[in-house]
DNA sequence: GAGATCGCTGAATCCGCGA
DNA sequence: CTCGCGGATTCAGCGATCT
């Protein structure tokens, strides 16, 4: 059960540094931090792979796997002491109303789950990262490892953790945010390279993933925990969203990278960041709108997202596909045979030689409507 | 790690009764049953966790349901037996190469995967079934949960479970299936109904996603336990699709329900229900035979797909290149430097002016051979 | 310059038979 | 059991290079 924060807890909160990269081991650290001061905690542990030989792609290049040492236990005990001590030191610094966020593969997550239950966290729900861009199974010999499991849990089965629902709302084109996100793997220029070329780390997170862990269930201005900080992807949109945060991290390799980082991030308009968060779903925009403002032109041709299907604009803001009439998420859901469809997202147009979301220009409207 | 079937399995393995549904708790009829007898488990317990049903100790005696929020560990511990139970009776019945799949919800799963390495099964995927139609979540106070989770697991580490590769990628129009499938509830007419139209089983699954199970992970004529058999999806799937199926429930209701439904359903055409093969099932052909048969001569030059390299083949089938000489695949991976190279693909010919790859003689070979 | 092509890469428990 | 070796196996996205 939530208890509420003495006055002693409080002072000792005021004394927390924010916006800092902790050296160490992170058990110790948190052991150190004043108990029920974090609003939420976003761990990224260790997965435990397990992995053995070296793997080749079909075309002969060696697969760059993961073989850290901080990645190798001894066995499933030796990993679950380490979990159970983790998460034990975690709850602690959890106010009674806060929230942790671990993220695992199926290698590590049932032993993650299993202790949150056992350590007296209360499951809210399991969530899917759905990669766009897994890397295939080259051999052939299993299914696509074509996703991760994050796991989100209250600190006690009464706490009245936060959750903003009409955020997520808006967020998912006005329908209920679903278990299961969609969202791509973190490449190109937002993965960082070292010095010479390789990724300062090999499992780093996209932000997308800590952008909507954040606008679910954080507030501006929480304290937000990370306790396996490695870059620093959740302090960079932490930082973004106006959020305070505390990372902890053993390797001065990744905090050095991390703190430059964090170093070019600016902060989001103030308001941009309420909006997001707020009650108030932000200002729906018909995508019919985009024609009437001349944005788009009817006639004018949209490709989807994986660039194998194409639709037309007609002037009353529904699309024609081959055989197929609607709307932007209709049609979208037609061609690719799927129950849903956000064809914000899904429908791209060509400008300048670029293929661009529709998206984008959702967001110019809705600069405009702000004004 | 596998061990070899012996005799007197066999021969208890002959007086097995297929396409039966037996009455009982599942582990006392599983005990019975003989070791190393089943290709296939398809497992879905009971979700339980708050004990709204009935719980069952190893011994069989009846938890005493305590919904006590301070009882909660002592909860999970029952439901943690209860459910080493009947994995450890069910990875018995397994053949060594035989494989299980369970599924569940973020209350249970976590404990059921954790149950499955602890008790030696090896982990092969976590698979989410996407509802395409999931129930929305009606006081918007957490995400929607919108899926699933299966575990498919191994009987151990080093056995040679069945996956249809090419079925699974012909299933999923041309590129490897993923470990997300997105499959809409049992609804309308395929959901069972009682007399008085309520519903015949409060978690009846789609046959669909039984379906994509067995084509994955079955051939036919394999035999697939299910320990909580219910209203018979997994018997009703197995039949249509030529499997043999055992099931096992403890409600008499169902198992009437279940009867019912499996009397009425026709086996697929057996031509249908051949899967797609993989190339690794088809006879191997040494590349001497097509020296010997004469479709390529001894003294006759190859070339590398990408035309960079050359070589000439002896009469014992096997090539000579510059300080090179051994079989197709070994010359190959030397003049690349790579680790291994696919001589079949990687070499080519001549004939009538086109260049075509050593491989396209080998179909031909195999073609014969199957006269 | 625009479009096509090529190369690279991502948390991976990734072969199987015969000697 | 190990060892040797034949030979089967990849998707999406980004960026650089080529036409």
Chains 1, 2 share one sequence.
Not at 8 to 26: E, P, W
Not at 101 to 118: E, T
Request: charged letters at 25%; proline letters at 5%.
């Amino acid at each position: 059960m939530p208890k509420k924060q003495s006055g002693q807890t409080g002072a000792a909160v005021a004394a927390l540094d924010y916006d800092v990269i902790h050296a160490g081991d992170c058990i110790e650290v948190m052991q150190s931090l004043p108990a029920e001061s974090i609003d939420l905690i976003f761990a990224d542990p260790p997965y435990n792979l397990q992995l053995k030989g070296e793997l080749h792609r079909p075309d002969n290049s060696r697969v760059d796997a993961v073989d850290d040492a901080w990645d190798r236990f001894a066995s499933f005990e030796a990993y679950d002491a380490f979990t159970r001590a983790w998460l034990t030191a975690a709850r602690r610094l959890l106010k009674p109303d806060g929230a942790i966020w671990v993220i695992g593969s199926y290698h590590n997550v049932f032993r993650l789950g299993a202790a949150l239950q056992d350590g007296g966290y209360w499951l809210l729900n399991d969530v899917i990262w759905r990669k766009s861009n897994p890397m295939p199974n080259f051999r052939g010999k299993r299914l696509t490892n074509a996703h991760e499991t994050l796991i989100w849990a209250a600190k006690s089965e009464g706490s009245k953790y936060t959750f903003n629902y009409e955020a997520m709302k808006a967020l998912n084109d006005g329908v209920q945010m679903r278990s299961d996100w969609t969202i791509p793997l973190c490449t190109g220029s937002e993965r960082l390279k070292t010095a010479t070329g390789e990724k300062a780390h090999p499992t780093q997170k996209p932000e997308a993933l800590l952008h909507r862990v954040m606008v679910a269930s954080t507030r501006p201005g929480d304290v937000v925990l990370d306790p396996f900080f490695g870059t620093g992807t959740t302090g960079a949109v932490a930082k973004r969203l106006r959020r305070r945060f505390i990372g902890i991290e053993r390797e001065a390799d990744y905090r050095a990278v991390a703190e430059a980082r964090l170093a070019a991030i600016r902060p989001t308009d103030s308001e941009a960041v309420a909006v997001t968060t707020s009650k108030r779903a932000e200002p729906r925009v018909a995508f019919g709108v985009l024609v009437e403002r001349g944005l788009l032109a009817a006639g004018e041709t949209l490709v989807s997202m994986n660039g194998r299907h194409a639709a037309r604009i007609r002037a009353d803001g529904t699309l024609v596909a081959s055989e197929v009439r609607g709307s932007i998420h209709q049609v979208g859901a037609a061609l690719e045979g799927a129950p849903s469809c956000n064809g914000w997202t899904y429908w791209h147009f060509r400008r300048d030689g670029a293929i661009v979301p529709i998206d984008f220009l959702r967001q110019q409207i809705r600069a405009e409507m702000q004004e």
